[in-house]
């Protein structure tokens, strides 16, 4: 699926999820049971944040701090409290559109990475911009698990003590990071124990960089926040030593498959007997989610400084919704505070939103990209972006002409030799009186 995605132009990621759906329980039936996939998938996003550790200038990272805390935040902010209008319009309980509004308000760091990479964007401004962005949401997803499982016994005595919790971690978390940023920002690159002995060793190196991933990470979900919050923060780590450079190229080939995997989960998760029986409901909410971020993020990024051109092409890459989404809406299930309709609704609109980004992405970068051409407008930038594929269609609608014209003359011809070998033995056969003329 991914070679045919890629042979019709198209972000080889929508083959994968597509691969996953046909898969899946609802598809073919070939995988039934989801749970090795999803803890494959799980692996993949903790390895994924550990290499965007390992990628991160601390410089870059620290000078787009305040415009990724300030869009992060507003996006949070204006998902949230639309989630809450809607609420007191529907009656809903305020604990759901709270989850809701998480839910929406994330954005893929994984697809968001992946095409930006794909469009050799990811390490110019607007991927900069763009990876600020997803890693303050991503340090979010912390506070929101927090409070997200804390939800379902909202109403019991304890409360306050609680709150106190998911304060004191929330605060734990971001100390955390910012702590290490001073510190690394202000010294050189590290030199771990045992630098010289590794470097050349690529199993060690391997084996040696994800016990290091994995035990951050299962420290992080033991103390209470995200373990991809604690790869992330040992995935800085490793960036900021020597070994950075040995370690990258022998970690990556490990995280793209992951990730394969990942997209593959994802399709696991497309319940086509429930989009089917609520179809124009859940391609509404996906479309109207998806024009809904662009606008938000474009207008977000344009406010806080970037270029318009930037703040288009950063805005579009996060017009999806992220990967942790998934996380949020199963918590909120099982703290009991996301009843089972909401949670297959919020699943089914979050795995749409993935499956068509890329290909909306592709579209809008073609129109992007002749459009600063100073073309006379978007129409015919569309036109002259997809020229090839509407001259395909034209060859083969003039084709399908040809043939239509052919099929018509020979009905035509088989109808009057009919008609003529009627005629003829009508002709032929004798009357009463004698023998007939032709």
């Known amino acids: 699926m991914g070679l045919g995605f890629l042979r019709l132009r198209q972000p080889p990621l929508v083959g994968f ?38 990628e991160l200038s601390i410089r870059a990272f620290i000078l787009s701090l305040r415009q990724a805390l300030l869009v992060a935040g507003g996006q949070i902010g204006v998902s949230v409290a639309v989630a809450l209008v809607l609420s007191a319009v529907s009656g809903t309980p305020s604990a759901e559109a709270l989850i809701l509004g998480f ?108 016990a290091v991933c994995f035990s951050a990470a299962a420290l992080s979900g033991l103390a209470g926040m995200s373990p991809a919050y604690g790869a992330f923060l040992a995935g800085i780590l490793i960036g900021n030593s020597t070994l950075r450079a040995h370690v990258i ?12 995997a990942f997209f593959l989960s994802i399709g696991l998760l497309i319940d086509l007997t429930f989009i089917a029986e609520h179809f124009v409901l859940v391609l509404s909410l996906a479309v109207v989610v998806i024009a809904a971020k662009t606008v938000l993020n474009i207008a977000l990024l344009h406010r806080t400084g970037s270029p318009p051109q930037v703040a288009l092409v950063a805005g579009l890459s996060m017009a999806q919704i992220g990967e942790f989404s998934f996380v949020l809406a199963a918590a909120g299930l099982s703290a009991g505070a996301l009843d089972l309709d909401a949670y297959r609704m919020a699943i089914a609109v979050t795995a749409l939103s993935l499956l068509v980004s890329p290909l909306w992405v592709s579209i809008m970068h073609r129109l992007d990209g002749l459009a600063a051409e100073h073309r006379e407008s978007y129409g015919h930038a569309l036109a002259l972006a997809y020229q090839r594929e509407l001259a395909e269609v034209s060859r083969g609608g003039a084709a ?24 003829r033995a009508s002709g032929d056969r004798p009357d009463a009186d004698g023998p007939g003329e032709i």
């Not at 329980?25 to 999803?38: A, C, L, M």
């Open 400 to 423: 399908l002409m040809g043939i239509g014209r052919s099929l018509r003359i020979r009905f035509r011809a088989l109808r009057l030799a009919r008609q003529h070998r009627r005629d």
């Open 249 to 260: 190229p022998v970690i990556e080939p490990i995280q793209s498959v992951l990730l394969v």
């Open 17 to 54: 999820i597509l691969a996953g759906v046909a898969l899946g329980p609802t598809g073919f039936g070939f995988i039934s049971d989801s749970e090795n996939v999803t803890l494959l998938a799980e692996m993949g996003v903790i390895v994924l944040l550990f290499f965007i550790g390992m």
């Open 103 to 210: 839910v929406v308000a994330l954005s893929s760091t994984v697809v968001a990475m992946k095409m930006l990479d794909d469009r050799g964007e990811l390490r110019n401004e607007t991927g900069r911009i763009a990876v600020g962005v997803l890693i303050a949401q991503d340090i979010a997803v912390v506070p929101m698990l927090i409070l997200v499982t804390s939800l379902g016994g909202a109403g019991s005595s304890g409360g306050d003590v609680g709150m106190l919790e998911i304060a004191v971690k929330m605060i734990l978390a971001i100390g955390l990071l910012g702590g290490l940023l001073w510190w690394l920002g202000g010294r050189g690159k590290l030199r771990l124990p045992f630098t010289a002995a590794v470097e050349g060793k690529v199993e060690i190196l391997a084996l040696g960089a994800l």
